[in-house]
């Protein structure tokens, strides 16, 4: 086991990859009452062509599959484990993303047990017709909420503007029509390719001794057969740098309208402390244009096209990647354009201040420390950093490292005509 | 859990409130105000934190008030409304960096306080008005919030279940305050009622850090003087008895519909039997043990979610589920059922033990952010008591499966709201 000391943060990181392959992190957290704990394969909604374990063709599997997979593996031959997690005192979850699904609990009470469970039932699948059959009611329950809120819809809508091929562009819960193809054999398949330890991560934080349960880890994984794992050969459709299409309006039962820009990434073939570099430097470029302090979003309010439900954020993941900016409007089309220019104005040459670089920098510092306050937070964002290569405590240095150069290179290369796209929610008549 | 160890002092018209610990990288001071909700007030204080946030007599505009909280490592300041029983409570929360994970030794907590201090005290005003131009972008803001809960069919169902049970009752009031009443809000009127707020309103301010609580306190006798008052306090009225279940349907353009079910609990945050309240709702609906969610999801397969929730201090259990519009007397029939089987007594000593045991985890987890914790401390002000947290665990840790029974005797149907969709087939 190899600790890492971040003396800045006052943190210190216990680490072993053991002998089946699987990641293991603990953070101990004093003062906390709360162990969390998450157990992360890295496998998502847009792992759908692959070749299985033990087969030599591709397949393509049915869209929400990764997300039925992750409902499905709470249910046992003996009942739910819900129920056993709360007998231990402890609440449970799990979620699906674009890259990652993730199984977890939080608890202040019976951590060992706690942790055994969690490692046990991602580890031990049990699908059947019959249970499978059930699910579909429930997530079809799932799909029917998301298809009447307005934001989701939004949100996916400029993506599969932005995407032509990428499977990024698919609901992570799939259709109705789709998850009705799910079997208790295609579940397995997905399962036995994905969820190998190899290709996961767990990760501990809370008030935790990290040599006893690091000992835990080891021991349970000894006990079960994993055979060595050949490299999970995934593919992907090619991607154009253009988006698919520039503007998509939604007619909804809303009363006010909704409008998102989007911005599709370059180099979303990046990892590790470039990709990391990337990701901030964007950030904070957004934060320059767009943040509550900035000139464009005092003209966007006073002029009353914004309100409070305005934000941004970009991703990047291995593959692909975007930026976003809207919110609700009185004007969508007026919004549009007005982000539109100010993207492109940055593109030309805006200048920023070094002091309002400095700014952003400082409050991106600011917001990491109140990030870090949560366990979730850091359970959940270094899985994701690991699984690109970055370290989630590189976040503070390489923030301090961006220049003004860095700024005006991100802004003069992403911002283009043709990977921007508009997508928006109106009334409907 | 030292960590609650709560130091109250009564300072000049409000009370301060200092919570030591070392847990986290940030210090929060979160200020909260109080006044019953009433419909002639409710829209101007759902208008005034809008208005102190946005800009301040030393920072006249947004831009300047928010890049000074970006400068002080992107210090965060939201405003927050909230109906707690018939009460109306502002909050104000700012959260900054604790300097001694920076390498830049400013001294951030004082620079915090000044920074709350002057948003509270020193607004954006000329003569006995705050600045026009603000108002009224607020008050567009405002609307838009208002009018935005139509948009988001999970919270306009709740809404409208509130709206309808609780006919001619303060807590039909929305938190927003009501569209047709931001027109009549005028700079003057608005600046009167802030004065009325801050010197009537009952006021605490809860720090919670790596702090010092003499440091705190010297700090919060420069910075926020007011007069002392005695508070307003909410005058109860017997709500009259409805003689039949309320049952309301609306039909929108929704694919899934939203059932929502309110009860009346008719207990409330300090009654002897609060805590076997805690409890039922526990076993009923709370989590996913409970018998809603194995009963309407994991057996009929009706249903994504579905939950019982509880209002403390107006004595309300609200359940919601998002189902298919043919499912409707089904579910509503799974659902009372449930109820009956617990006020017969039809739940397992295993369910019980369950259920204390996520509680217990519940609220050990709450405490463990400086938000929950605020939040669990504040049940004390909004309904005048003093119950600590470990009286609050132990109490509910020795309550029998009699005093369960009896809370769900107690528990009445009222009203039953269904937002369905415009194809229904009956």
């Known amino acids: ?429 | 859990m030292d960590s609650t160890a709560e130091k109250i002092t009564t300072m000049q018209g409000y009370k301060l409130h200092v919570i030591e610990t070392d847990k986290y990288k940030t210090n929060t001071f979160v200020w909260k105000m109080k006044a019953p909700l009433t419909k002639e007030d409710v829209t101007k204080r759902a208008l005034l934190p809008q208005v102190l946030q946005s800009s301040s007599a030393n920072y006249p505009t947004t831009t300047a008030l928010r890049s000074y909280l970006d400068e002080l490592y992107g210090a965060t300041l939201f405003i927050d409304l909230a109906k707690k029983g018939e009460y109306h409570i502002i909050s104000f929360t700012l959260e900054i960096a604790n300097e001694k994970f920076l390498s830049d030794p400013t001294p951030l907590l004082k620079k915090g306080f000044e920074l709350l201090s002057e948003v509270l005290t020193k607004p954006n005003v000329s003569g006995n008005a705050f600045d026009q131009e603000t108002v009224n972008k607020e008050k567009r803001t405002l609307k838009q919030r208002i009018q935005s809960v139509y948009d988001d069919k999970m919270r306009y169902s709740n809404v409208r279940l509130l709206q309808e049970m609780c006919k001619g009752e303060p807590y039909a009031l929305q938190v927003n305050g009501e569209a047709e009443d931001v027109d009549t809000i005028t700079p003057e009127n608005l600046y009167e009622y802030f004065k009325n707020a801050f010197s009537e309103d009952e006021l605490d301010l809860y720090v919670i850090g790596d702090v010092k609580e003499e440091e705190v306190k010297s700090l919060a006798e420069n910075l926020l003087k007011f007069e002392n008052r005695t508070p307003k306090k909410v005058v109860t009225t017997e709500i009259p008895k409805k003689d039949q279940v309320n049952e309301i349907k609306e039909e929108q353009d929704v694919k899934q519909g939203k059932l929502n079910v309110g009860y009346r609990t008719n207990i409330v945050y300090g009654d002897s039997d609060y805590f076997a309240l805690q409890l039922f709702n526990g076993i009923f609906g709370g989590f996913s043990h409970s018998k809603l969610f194995i009963n309407v999801r994991e057996k009929a397969s009706l249903a994504y979610y579905v939950s019982s929730r509880l209002e403390s201090h107006k004595g309300l259990m609200m359940v919601m589920s998002g189902i298919d519009l043919k499912n409707y007397d089904q579910a509503v029939g799974i659902i009372r059922d449930q109820l009956e089987a617990m006020q017969k007594g039809d739940f397992t000593d295993q369910e019980l033990i369950q259920t204390k045991a996520v509680i217990r985890n519940q609220i050990l987890e709450t405490i463990d952010t400086s938000r929950g914790l605020t939040e669990i401390l504040y049940h004390n002000v909004v309904a005048a008591k003093d119950i600590k947290l470990e009286q609050w665990i132990n109490d509910m840790e020795k309550t029998t499966k009699e005093e369960i029974v009896a809370v769900a005797n107690k528990i009445e149907l009222d009203t039953i709201y269904f937002l369905t969709g415009t194809e229904a087939v009956k």
């Open chain 1, 1 to 429: 086991m190899e600790k890492i000391n971040f003396d800045q943060l006052q943190e210190e990181l216990y680490h072993e990859k053991l002998s089946n392959g699987l990641n293991v992190y603990i953070l101990p957290k004093k003062g906390f009452n709360k162990t969390y704990a998450t157990f992360t394969t890295k496998y998502g909604s847009v792992d759908n062509n692959f070749v299985p374990l033990g087969k030599e063709e591709y397949v393509k599997v049915p869209d929400g599959i990764a997300h039925f997979l992750e409902h499905k593996l709470f249910e046992k031959e003996d009942g739910d484990v819900f129920q056993q997690f709360s007998k231990q005192g402890a609440s449970a979850n799990a979620f699906t993303s674009f890259t990652r699904t993730a199984y977890l609990f939080s608890s202040t009470s019976d951590v060992e047990k706690n942790l055994e469970t969690l490692v046990d039932f991602v580890q031990d699948p049990y699908f059947s017709e019959k249970t499978v059959e059930k699910e579909k009611g429930i997530i079809g329950q799932e799909i029917t909420m998301y298809d009447d809120n307005p934001d989701w819809r939004l949100y996916f809508g400029l993506i599969q503007n932005l995407y032509q091929n990428h499977p990024v562009k698919i609901d992570i819960a799939g259709t109705i029509e789709s998850i009705s193809h799910i079997t208790k054999d295609l579940l397995y398949e997905c399962y036995n390719t994905f969820y190998h330890p190899s290709n996961m991560l767990l990760f501990i934080v809370g008030p935790v001794d990290p040599n006893k349960f690091m000992d835990q880890v080891r021991e349970n994984q000894a006990k079960k057969n994993y055979k060595e794992m050949p490299e999970i050969k995934r593919k992907f459709e090619d991607e154009p740098l253009q988006t698919g299409q520039p503007k998509q309006v939604l007619e909804m039962n809303v009363q006010t309208s909704k409008c998102l820009i989007g911005m599709k990434a370059l180099h979303v073939d990046q990892t590790g402390p470039e990709l990391l570099k990337n990701e901030l430097t964007m950030n904070v470029l957004l934060d320059l244009l767009f943040g509550k302090s900035s000139e464009n979003y005092n003209q966007l309010y006073n002029e009353g096209l914004i309100d409070e439900t305005f934000s941004y954020d970009y991703t990047q993941e291995q593959g692909f990647g975007f930026a976003m900016v809207g919110g609700d409007t009185e004007n969508p089309d007026k919004l549009a354009d007005d982000l539109k220019n100010m993207l492109f104005q940055a593109k030309n040459g805006t200048t920023f201040t070094e002091e309002q670089l400095d700014r952003a920098k400082k409050k991106k510092i600011g917001a990491f420390l109140r990030a870090v306050n949560s366990p979730e937070y850091i359970a959940n964002q270094f899985t994701r950093y690991a699984f690109n290569d970055m370290n989630l405590f590189d976040v503070v240095p390489t923030l301090e490292k961006i220049t003004m150069n860095d700024i005006k290179t991100m802004s003069s290369e992403v911002i283009s005509e043709e990977r921007f796209s508009v997508c928006q929610v109106i009334p409907k008549k």
